[in-house]
């Protein structure tokens, strides 16, 4: 089991920059596969980045070149920094992860993006 905590979400203009984390409650260095998705209101859940053990990422194309996942494993944290953020990222943050069959995910964060 894990528990996921996100923290670094907030108001901020148009442009601007955020950067989001997720604490994990255990050591994430044997995970596989951590990432961030996000819920806008009235909308589903979807994926933004994933990151492997190894380092390798994966982004959603509205997000490519913008947005910057990472994991600083000594810190058993998940980051997503996110740059030139535009009005249509405003959603809940999620961090995301999956051991063995059952998912996890955590509280989330909002992120509102002002044009």
């Known amino acids: 089991q894990v528990r996921l905590v996100e923290s670094g979400g907030g108001l901020v203009q148009a442009g601007g920059s955020l950067r989001l984390s997720c604490a994990a409650s255990?050591?994430?260095?044997?995970?596989?596969?951590m990432g961030w998705y996000r819920q806008a209101p009235g909308k589903q859940r979807e994926l933004v980045a994933t990151i492997t053990d190894g380092g390798s990422t994966n982004y959603a194309d509205s997000v490519k070149g913008r947005f910057t996942i990472s994991r600083e494993n000594a810190k058993n944290t998940v980051y997503l920094q996110m740059n030139s953020l535009k009005p249509e990222d405003t959603a809940v943050y999620y961090c995301y992860t999956r051991l063995r069959i059952e998912n996890y995910w955590g509280q989330g964060t909002q992120v509102t993006v002002s044009d």
């Open positions: 255990r050591n994430i260095i044997s995970i596989v596969t």
